[in-house]
């Protein structure tokens, strides 16, 4: 069984930075593409970014590009990082990491987190 858990949200004011981080249990973890994705309240949920098992793919939504990084640590700690700079009030939302054996950085995902909740303030 695969299990997501996100941390590192929390209020932040509008231009600072948040680290995400999502840790993943199971020993095949290198092999999983790994994404994020945020839903903000009467919204649907979106893609926000994806890695490649390797890292040497990644894929970001327009809205972030250029603020924010996905990154992963493949060889330690199992862990999937969101790096958010620049934050936007429209950027809050509870965040979500997701997983899934399929190579496709925007395909459906199998496995999901709980979330983590972000907050921008103006």
């Known amino acids: 069984q695969v299990q997501l858990v996100e941390s590192g949200g929390g209020l932040v004011q509008a231009g600072g930075s948040l680290r995400l981080s999502c840790t993943v249990s199971g020993r095949t973890f290198r092999s999983y593409t790994m994404g994020w994705f945020r839903q903000a309240p009467g919204n649907e949920r979106e893609f926000v970014a994806a890695s490649s098992w390797s890292g040497a793919s990644t894929d970001y939504a327009d809205s972030v590009k250029d603020r924010f990084t996905i990154s992963r640590d493949n060889a330690r700690q199992n862990t999937v990082y969101l790096q958010m700079n620049s934050l936007k009030p429209e950027d809050t939302a509870v965040y979500y990491c997701?997983?899934?054996?399929?190579?496709?950085?925007?395909?459906?995902?199998?496995?999901w987190g709980l979330g983590t909740q972000v907050i921008v303030s103006s």
């Open positions: 997701a997983a899934d054996r399929d190579s496709r950085l925007r395909g459906s995902y199998a496995y």
